[in-house]
């Protein structure tokens, strides 16, 4: 075993299979990177993908109570406390998988469209928390569904756009993120 760069512990054979992985992803992260290098799309990817980063879910959450009235008051505060889970859920799994970005590992085949926060890909941070607090105020308020759902989505599709992450770091984003925001609506 050898020690990554953040004090994880990766294996070869995990290395291997990672690496098997990424390669495998390559294709279809370059034709979805493609859309970074149109001048017109590039601007929209990366203002969701920095929306994500957090402030436009603060603003929702802090908002719902303000704008729903009282009965978004546990919703919002389901919502803050699965925002702080999933924090920690995604920084552990980061720490323990050290999965480069697309373009770190392919900096040849993948332009980076943005600075990313952190280092690693694994998982989307970003989905995952676009698919939570979404799932969570639409079950609570459907009439935001038409303004969610699109945006969680524009944010999915701009972390492999901007050359941020694989396809399945969103996946695996999304489905933590369906979980806690399944969580967050028994405690709501």
Not at 16 to 44: H, K, Q, Y
Not at 65 to 88: C, D, E, N, W
Request: hydrophobic residues 55%; positive net charge.
């Amino acid at each position: 075993m050898r020690r990554g760069e953040s004090g994880a512990m990766k294996s070869g054979s995990f290395s291997t299979f990672i690496a098997r992985v990424d390669a495998a992803e390559l294709g279809i992260c370059r034709r979805l990177n493609s859309g970074a290098l149109f001048v017109a799309l590039r601007p929209t990817f990366q203002i969701a993908s920095r929306l994500g980063d957090g402030i436009f879910w603060y603003v929702l959450i802090i908002a719902l109570p303000f704008v729903k009235g009282g009965a978004a008051l546990r919703p919002a505060i389901a919502m803050a406390l699965t925002g702080i889970a999933g924090v920690l859920i995604y920084k552990w799994l980061k720490r323990t998988f050290v999965r480069e970005r697309p373009f770190i590992s392919h900096s040849g085949a993948i332009v980076r469209g943005m600075v990313p926060l952190d280092r690693y890909s694994f998982p989307s941070g970003h989905t995952l928390h676009a698919v939570s607090f979404t799932w969570q105020a639409v079950m609570h308020f459907p009439e935001l569904g038409w303004v969610l759902v699109p945006f969680a989505s524009l944010v999915a599709a701009s972390r492999v756009v901007l050359g941020l992450h694989y396809p399945t770091d969103v996946l695996a984003g999304a489905v933590l993120g369906a979980l806690l925001a399944q969580i967050g609506l028994a405690f709501s």
